[in-house]
């Protein structure tokens, strides 16, 4: 089983930045692939970004390329997302996602989830 919390989220205006994180316990977070997901309020959950499980590959959503980063640190068991440029479309509960399948897993919804973190980006 593998537990994972997000945090980092806030009110913030557009244009500034967040970083989210998301620690994981146990001791396969290593083997995992990793990623972030959102959903606004009235949408579907939608997929945000991925890592593979050393971080040599990243994947993301068309809407956030160029201003999301997600990267990770094995030691600490932490998955982060530093999101540049926020937009009020932004908006939305962000949830971290973990997947022994790969990125595949991940972008599938197949895995393990958060609770999420709200992330409000003000107009």
């Known amino acids: 089983q593998v537990q994972l919390v997000e945090s980092g989220g806030g009110l913030v205006q557009a244009g500034d930045s967040l970083r989210l994180s998301c620690s994981t316990s146990?001791?396969?977070?290593?083997?995992?692939?990793m990623g972030w997901f959102r959903q606004a309020p009235g949408k579907e959950r939608e997929f945000v970004a991925a890592?593979?499980?050393?971080?040599?590959?990243?994947k993301y959503a068309d809407s956030v390329k160029g201003r999301f980063t997600i990267s990770r640190e094995n030691p600490r068991n932490t998955v982060y997302l530093q999101m540049n440029s926020l937009k009020p479309e932004d908006t939305a509960v962000y949830y971290c996602?973990?997947?022994?399948?790969?990125?595949?897993?991940?972008?599938?919804?197949?895995?393990?989830w958060g609770q999420g973190t709200q992330v409000t980006v003000s107009s």
């Open positions: 996602a973990a997947d022994p399948q790969g990125v595949d897993g991940v972008v599938a919804g197949t895995g393990y």
């Open positions: 890592i593979t499980w050393s971080g040599s590959s990243t």
């Open positions: 146990g001791r396969t977070f290593s083997s995992y692939a």
